[in-house]
C-alpha cells in the first residue's frame, strides 16, 4: 500500500490533502468535521485585524454546463468575518485536540511592518504549523489596500514576506494570485523575500453570467454586482500552467509548491504533483460535495500510485516537469492520425462535423445500407490535431496513432522555414 | 357449447378511481426537470439518423439542442414548421420503429434513445405563442378542396392557407380530426387535444371547415372539381374489412373501430358495456389497441389470436410488449373457423384451426382445432378504402384498392391530389406519414397554383 503521509516543508500531514482557506475551514466546528472526515491539513480562512470585516449577502455563482454540470464558482466574501481572538482561540484549540493534522493560518494584514509583526506574535501562540500569506484575495480586500494589490507588485511580494520571516519561526508559504501576466515574477520576489514555499492559485478575477431580466451580474446584491474569484474545475489548468511555469524556471525550481485550484478527483492532485507540488490544497470541490470527497480523493491516489509502484509521493513528485518545455523544441517530425474503433463506434458523426467544418476534411462519413454509415479516417489528410477524439462521445473510440515518418527529431529552431534560424 | 350460456356484458366492471387510472396518460408529460435531463443527453449528431426516420424530417437535435438551451419557444417552432401536427404525433407516433429506432444512442451498449416523442411534446406542451406562428402569405385568390379532416387533411389545409390560398375543408363526421379523434387509444390523447390541436390549425385562417359534408352524398368529387382550383382527397380507410364469419342479426363480433370510438367519446367510460371474455382477431395497431383497453375496461380475459407468427405482425414489438403488460394473452398461427351463438343470436365462442406455412410459404391449416368462449369479438383485420364516395362522379384510378398517385400525391384525375391511408404508399399507415403526404401534396398543389396564375 502506497505511504499517503506528507511532509511538505517540514509540516507532517497524514496525507496530501489540505483544505484551502476559504469558508470550509472557516471556524473549528468545519475543521473538526473536515479532520474527522479524514483530512490532512487545513489552511484556516484567512484572518484579518480587527473590528472584522462585514460580508454581504448573495456571495457566490456558478458557471455551469448547459448539462448542469458546474464548470467553476465564484465567489464575493472577504477575509473571515469573525473577530479575530476567537479565530485564536479556536486554532490553539485544534491544534491541541489534532496535533497530528497541519494547522496552517493564513494572514491578510495591512500593508504596515508594525502590523504583521503584531498579528504574527498572537498567532505564534496558536501553535500552528505555518502561516500562509493571502496576497491574492482578488475582491474586496484589495480596495482596501491590501490581497490582490500586494500579490500583483513583486516589490511588496519580496518586501511583506521579508517582513513575516524576520518577525516569525514558523514556516512561510506565500499564497500567488494568477491575476498577474508572469506568474514568474511573483514566485521569484517570494522566493527572494525568504519565503519557505509558495501556494498557488487564488482566484481568478471573474463575471460569471448575467441576468438578462434584471441585467445584473451574478451574485447579485440587490441588483448590483461586482467582480468576484473564480474557482473550481474551470481553473485547473491555469493553475497547472503556473505550477508548470515555476517548477521548470531554473531560478524557482527549488520553490516548494503547494498546489490549488480545481481540484476535484485524485487524479487532479496527482497531475499537481507530477508538475512538482508537494502537495495540494481543496477548496471548491468540498464546498459542493462535502467533506466525504476526502475517502475518494485518498482511496484513488493510492490505488493509482500502488498500480504504478510509487511507495510515496515523492516518488513521483516533478516526474512531469522534465517533459514541459517551449515550443519551439516539440519534434516537428512526430506525427500521429486518428483511428476510429469501427466495433465501438454509434455514427452519430461529431467527428465528421469538427473535422470537415472545422479542421482539415480528413473524415469520411460514408453512407452504407440500411442507413449504417461509417465514418472513416483518412489518413492522408489527418494532421493529428485531436479534435475528432476530443468531440467522440464514446470513450476510447477514437485513438491517435503514432506513424512513423522515418525521418529524425526537428524542431523550429533548426527547421528551414524558420526566418531566425541559425 | 350450451346454447343458453348467458353472455357476459357490463358496464361498470371497475371502480371511478379504476376507470381514472386505465385510461390515464401512458406516456405523460416530462416535467422541466426530466426535459433539461434528457434534451442534455442529445449528442447533436451530424446529419442526424433520426431526421431521415421521421417521416416528415424533423430538425430532431436542433430542437432538443434548443430545448436544453432553454429556448423552449424556438423548439416548437421548428418542430411545427415541418410537422403542424407534431403534438399529436408527439402522442402516437411508434417511435420505437422511427426517429428513437435509429438514435445513435440506441445502439451497443448503451440501448438507451433520446426520449425524442415526449421532448417533442414538452416543446410543444410548454408553448405558448401570443399569435399563431405562421404567417399566411397574401390571399392567392385559389381556391382548393379538400375532403377528409384527419391528419393527411389537416396538415394540407395548413401548408396550403400558409402560401395565401383558400382552403375548404370537407368531412363527414361532425367533429374534425379523423382518426385523431375517433380511432387513436384513449390513453395516448387526452384532454380533448384533437380538438385543440385543430382549432391551433385553423388559427392560420383562410381555412374553412365543413363537417357532417360527405363525398358521394351531400358533396360529389366532379363539382369539386369544377368549383375548386385543386382538390385534395384524404378521406383515409372507412371501410372495415369483412371475416367471412359475419351473420345478420348477430350480436357480439364487433367492429374495434367503432368501439374504439366509442372509448374515445365517451363521456363516462363507466357506463360502456363490455364483455368479460373478449377475443381480437387481428395483430395491428388497431387490434393491440382495442385489447388493451377492451382489458383496463375491466374484461378478465382479453385473447389477442393472429393467423401468422409474431415476426409478421404489424404492431411493433413495443406494441406487444405494452399488450402483454396489459394482461392480454397472445395467441399466434390460428385463425377462426366459425362461430358459435346462443339462443338469442348471441356469440358466445369462436373455433380456430391452427396454421402453419406451407413448402411455397403460403398460410395453410394445420387441421387441429380449438375454441375460445367469447362474450364479444373484436375484428382488427384492416380497414379499407370505401371508393362509394365516388359514384356519380368520375373516379381516380385505384391501385390494391387504395387511390393511386404519383410521386407528387397526384392522382389520375387532372386537379386531383390524395394522400394518407387512402393512397396506396409504401410507408405504413401512421398519422405522420399521412401529416408528410399532405404536406407533400400542399407543396405540389402549390406549384401547380403558381404556374396556373403565371401560366
Ligand atoms: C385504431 C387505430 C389506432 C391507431 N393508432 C395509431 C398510433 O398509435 N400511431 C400512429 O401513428 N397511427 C395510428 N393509427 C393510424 C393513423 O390513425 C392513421 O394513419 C391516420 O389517422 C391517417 O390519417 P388520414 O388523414 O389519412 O385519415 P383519417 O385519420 O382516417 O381521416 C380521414 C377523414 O376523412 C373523413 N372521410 C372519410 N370519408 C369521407 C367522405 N366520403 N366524405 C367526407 N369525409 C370523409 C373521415 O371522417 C376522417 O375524418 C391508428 C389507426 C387506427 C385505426
Ligand atoms: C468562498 C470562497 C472564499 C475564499 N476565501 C479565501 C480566503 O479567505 N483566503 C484565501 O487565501 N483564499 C480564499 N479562497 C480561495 C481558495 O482558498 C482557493 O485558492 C481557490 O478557491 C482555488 O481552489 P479550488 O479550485 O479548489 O476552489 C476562497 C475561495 C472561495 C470559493
Ligand atoms: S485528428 Fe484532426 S485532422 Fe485528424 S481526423 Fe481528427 S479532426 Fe481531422
Redesign the pocket.
Known sequence: MADLTNNFIGIKSPNPFWLASAPPTDKAYNVYRAFDAGWGGVVWKTLGEDPHVVNVSSRYSAHKLQSGSILGINNIELVSDRPLQINLDEIKQTKKDWPDRAVIVSLMVPCEEQNWQQMLQRVAETNCDGIELNFGCPHGMPERGMGAAVGQVPEYVEMVTAWCKKHTRLPVIVKLTPNITNILLSATAALKGGADAVSLINTINSITQIDLDTMAGAPSVGGKYTSGGYCGSAVKPIALNMVGQIARNSETSSLPMSGIGGVTTWKDAAEFIALGAGNVQVCTAAMLYGFKIINELCDGLSNWMDSKGYRNTEAFRGLAVPNLTDWQYLDLNYKIVASIDQNTCIECGRCYSACEDTAHQAIAMKMGDKGKRTLEVIESECVGCNLCQITCPVPNCITMEKRETGKSYMNWTQHPNNPFKG | MASDRKVDIQTHRLSDDQYQQNFSDVKPALTAYQAHIESNRCLYCEDAPCISACPTRIDIPSFIQKIANNNTAGAAKTILDANILGGS?AR???TEILCEGVCVRNKDPEYAPINIGRLQRYALDNFNPSEHPFQRLPNSGKKVAI???????MACAHHLARQGHHVTL????SK??????????HY?MQDDFAQKELEFILEIGGIELKTQ????HS?HLDTLRQEFDAVFL?????KCKRLGLEQDNLSGLEN??DF?TDIRQAEDLSNLPVGNKVVVIGAG??AI??ACQTKRLGAEQVTLVYRRGVDNMSATHKEMEFARQNGVAIITWARPVSIFTNNKHQLIAIQFERTQLDDAGKLQSKQEHFELAADSVFKAIG?EF?GQ?FSGSEAPELLHHRIKVDSDYKTSLSNVWA????IYHDGE??????VE??KQAAYSIHQYLEQQSHG
Open positions: 404525433c402516437v407516433c411508434p375532403v377528409g379532416a384527419g391528419p393527411a387533411g370537407f368531412d363527414k363526421n374534425a380530426g379523423g382518426l385523431n379523434e375517433y380511432g387513436i387509444a395516448k359534408a360527405e363525398l358521394g358533396v384524404s378521406l383515409g380507410l372507412t374495434s373501430l374504439i395497431n388497431t389497441d382495442i380497414q370505401d364516395c394522400g394518407g391511408d387512402c399507415d401512421l398519422t405522420v406519414q399521412s403526404h399532405g
